[in-house]
């Protein structure tokens, strides 16, 4: 199951995330992405003062960049770093840098000490975090247990209704795709892969597989997890159900690496939440209409002084009109994980092929809906498996909300992302008293959510408004 429940975050050694305060940020700091692609060098220092004398004393010699690229140079090797609007800049995504210290220095001393300055907004560690196992389905699966979950959200009537516009961009923000697999090697946009772990980034006993270290244009699945949440979203449909979003295009976006546990065979996807926070800036740059975030990080596990994960990105994507689904979590109780617990979020639980909510759910009040998430039978890296989880929820809320983004501009009445958000929970089916405490309003109605939005725009086209 992806992240249940741990004791404190990992993070690599080394290095850390600081953002200045507003009107603080030095221009010439180059990107991460320029100097990891040879385009820039990294600087060694940030503002000439009290932060370098600090670095120095803590850190010793060190090497700086830019986490994220200005939206309007992305396309500009070298320049990456130029360019940055206001809303970037207010937001916090221009003033946020990377920072690699020498071996050996410890990242929490440091921490605490730039904590002190008046000047520095938010500093922390390099967190990272992980998705589950897979578990394999049988090479010859059941095709009626394969069209369970999609009847489940009247799938095939939404689809009939609503067939989706290919103009409409899912952004799958996870461990990549397999992008070969004859469900999806038609159904791809161009994405791109932010994984940077070093070998000895992790922990003992973690070992990192294939390509891990380079930013680049290959959003290569190496472990199968986002492979399923794309299959999810957009199957062709070759042997397994099509997907929900139709023609919707599938931009996907490699932000967790392979990695292998002593022992184990199969691999697990890992990655700083600083190079997940990049590829998700990346994908609402790149004009996703849609982001399904199939991962998390339990808030308990964070120390108290420590900055909550993604929240710059989440408040991005809402300043860009973007709709950003989140998988709940797996842990089994009532607590919070990011980025799903933001009010800006669409917080997806699971049901199982009964409709009765997964005993797996993080549940909450932050929780919006159900989709399903037992035994959902999806593609892998090389053939098909049968996946479990609230990750293999979120992709159903995201597909149609694509679905519902389509039907707006087939009608030439487009919509706000928060009239999505509520028309999807508006329409979810209600639970029978007493089931569904903390897993939202309901589950999912793919078909009746489209019904809806047909009506909020019959009544504000009657009525000479706008949704």
Not at 18 to 23: C, R
Not at 116 to 132: D, F, G, H, I, R
Not at 387 to 405: D, E, H, K
């Amino acid at each position: 199951m992806p992240w249940s429940r741990h004791n404190r975050l990992y993070s690599v050694p080394g290095r850390l995330t600081l953002k200045l305060a507003l009107g603080e940020a030095p221009e010439g700091i180059p990107s991460a992405l320029d100097v990891r692609s040879g385009a820039a060098d990294p600087l060694s220092k940030i503002d000439g003062g009290a932060i370098d004398r600090i670095l120095r004393k803590h850190g010793g010699a060190v090497r700086v960049a830019r986490l994220h690229n200005a939206a309007r140079s992305l396309g500009l090797p070298g320049a990456r770093h130029r360019g940055f609007d206001d809303v970037e800049h207010a937001l916090g995504l221009a003033r946020t840098f990377r920072i690699d210290t020498l071996p050996g220095c410890c990242i929490h001393h440091l921490v605490d000490a730039l904590r002190q300055l008046s000047y520095v907004e938010q500093v922390s560690p390099y967190y990272v975090c992980a998705t589950p196992f897979i578990q394999p389905a049988p090479a010859e699966f059941d095709l009626e247990q394969a069209w369970l979950p999609r009847l489940q959200v009247n799938a095939p009537e939404a689809l009939a209704y609503e067939p989706g516009d290919s103009a409409v961009i899912i952004a799958v923000v996870d461990t990549g795709v397999a992008q070969t697999h004859p469900e999806l090697a038609n159904r791809l946009r161009p994405g791109l892969d932010t994984v940077q772990l070093g070998t000895h980034d992790l922990a003992t006993g973690l070992l990192l597989r294939g390509d891990r270290s380079e930013v680049d244009t290959d959003p290569e699945d190496e472990v199968g997890h986002g492979t399923s949440c794309a299959a999810i979203m957009g199957a062709a449909g070759s042997r397994i159900p099509p997907g929900l979003a139709g023609a919707s295009g599938l931009l996907p976006l490699r932000v967790l690496g392979a990695a292998q546990l002593t022992g184990k065979s199969e691999a697990i996807g890992i990655g700083a939440i600083a190079d997940i926070d990049m590829g998700v800036k990346t994908a609402i740059d790149l004009g996703a209409h849609v982001i399904n975030m199939s991962f998390g990080t339990r808030v308990a596990d964070l120390d108290e002084d420590d900055p909550l994960p993604h929240e710059d990105v989440v408040r991005y994507g809402k300043a860009r009109g973007c709709l950003m689904v989140a998988a709940s979590g797996n842990s089994g109780v009532s607590e919070e994980y990011v980025p799903a617990a933001y009010n800006e979020v669409i917080a997806v639980a699971s049901v199982d092929g009964e409709g009765n909510p997964s005993s797996f759910n993080t549940t909450g009040s932050h929780v919006n809906l159900c989709a399903p998430g037992d035994r959902v039978v999806s593609a892998g890296l090389r053939d098909y498996q049968l996946v479990t989880g609230t990750s293999f929820a979120a992709p159903f809320v995201s597909a149609t909300a694509a679905l519902l983004v389509s039907r707006s501009r087939r009608r030439s009445h487009p919509v706000a992302a928060e009239t999505i958000s509520r028309i999807l929970a508006e329409s979810a089916r209600a639970w029978k008293l007493g089931r569904g405490e903390g897993c939202g309003v309901g589950v999912l109605d793919a078909l009746a959510a489209l019904r809806a939005l047909d009506r909020e725009i019959d009544g504000t086209t009657a009525g000479g408004g706008h949704a």
